[in-house]
């Protein structure tokens, strides 16, 4: 006997009597055509008034359509305990904290020890059957909210508004210097070096990208910036801060230019007292030494604001920002003083 998620349900409206339920389904409670096949070999898939129907049958005001999803779990990945940070839950999401330093998804040649294989643990723990889907990724080294879809139809809707672009993502970052103005656009097309095909770089050829940004602190040496993204672009915010001359503190794929101009070691280990004392030199040494303070790119996820897939309300999440990136915080401040 299969099992199923609750029903998501929708009741026909007067101005929809006599509709195909196939045209209700498909443009009104937004069913993709791949859903909906999978629906239409589902025991009780497609319900109209508690009825197993075909969808070419027409449907009349207030009949309620219900389409039910079977169970099902993430039976390729290891169930894994981990600490979740849990910003919000409900039956048809899974919205986490991310910490950094950790994978969101297993990779060929690293199946644990990621988010995916800990959230699939806790779902064990609490009986429920899942498959772990994720909307959207987050880098290994950056931390913040990330949601996760519980079934097809809602990873579907919210893909959607990804794509869309009518997801607001905001992200706070600490960069290197501050930005010529204190708000502003970054409009830079993005693609692959060439050279090095797991970097970007702006390149006229590359595809269109544009991030918004506002500076919210600024210190001597470094500054907090609030970034929202307009595309989703891989590695858009590093690859934009950089190409301004603000790259994130302790980005080391997106480096500084110093390392590069004193051709440093990879690691940027030289210590302060390594330079001459000439402004330059110090400039360099205190870049070298806010990237190895923060130890991972200084990039936090804060906020999440999407239309909640069943309920049709704006849903905004928010995580605090991080213990590292409070604690560079702190240092920059202290050394303003």
């Not at 359509?65 to 039976?75: A, N, T």
């Not at 501050?178 to 970097?199: F, M, N, T, V, Y």
């Not at 001597?220 to 858009?236: F, M």
Request: with cysteine; hydrophobic share 40%.
């Amino acid at each position: 006997m299969s099992l199923y998620y609750p029903p998501i349900s929708y009741v026909v409206s007067p101005q929809e009597d006599g509709m195909l339920l196939k045209t209700i389904l498909q443009k009104r409670m937004g069913v993709s055509r791949k859903l909906l096949s999978r629906l239409k070999l589902t025991e009780q898939g497609i319900m109209l008034n508690g009825a197993r129907v075909y969808i070419s049958v027409n449907v009349h005001a207030g009949d309620l359509i219900e389409i039910r999803m079977e169970q099902e779990r993430s039976d390729d990945m290891l169930p894994q305990p981990m600490n979740l940070h849990i910003l919000y839950e409900d039956e048809h999401l899974l919205v986490l904290n991310k910490p950094a330093g950790i994978i969101v998804h297993p990779t060929h040649g690293h199946y644990t020890d990621t988010l995916a294989n800990g959230v699939v643990h806790y779902w064990q723990e609490k009986g429920w059957k899942y498959r772990f889907r994720a909307v959207h990724r987050l880098d290994q080294e950056t931390s913040g909210v990330l949601v996760i879809a519980k079934n097809a139809y809602i990873h579907q809707h919210v893909s959607e508004q990804m794509i869309a672009g009518t997801v607001d993502k905001r992200y706070a970052a600490f960069v290197h210097g501050k930005p010529a103005l204190p708000s502003g656009d970054i409009d830079g097309p993005i693609d692959r070096d060439p050279l090095e095909p797991h970097r970007r770089i702006v390149t006229p050829e590359g595809y269109p990208s544009l991030t918004r940004y506002k500076v919210c602190e600024a210190y001597p040496s470094a500054s907090l910036i609030e970034l929202k993204l307009e595309t989703g672009r891989t590695h858009q915010i590093r690859v934009h801060m950089l190409s301004i001359g603000c790259p994130l503190i302790g980005d080391q794929m997106y480096r500084h230019p110093v390392y590069s101009d004193r051709e440093l070691r990879s690691d940027g280990a030289e210590a302060a007292s390594d330079f001459a004392a000439g402004p330059a030199d110090l400039e360099a040494a205190m870049i070298m030494r806010l990237d190895r303070y923060m130890g991972r790119q200084a990039l936090h996820a804060a906020s999440l604001t999407l239309i909640h897939p069943i309920e049709g309300s704006a849903m905004t999440f928010k995580a605090p920002l991080p213990e590292d990136m409070n604690s560079l915080r702190n240092m920059l401040a202290e050394e303003a003083t």
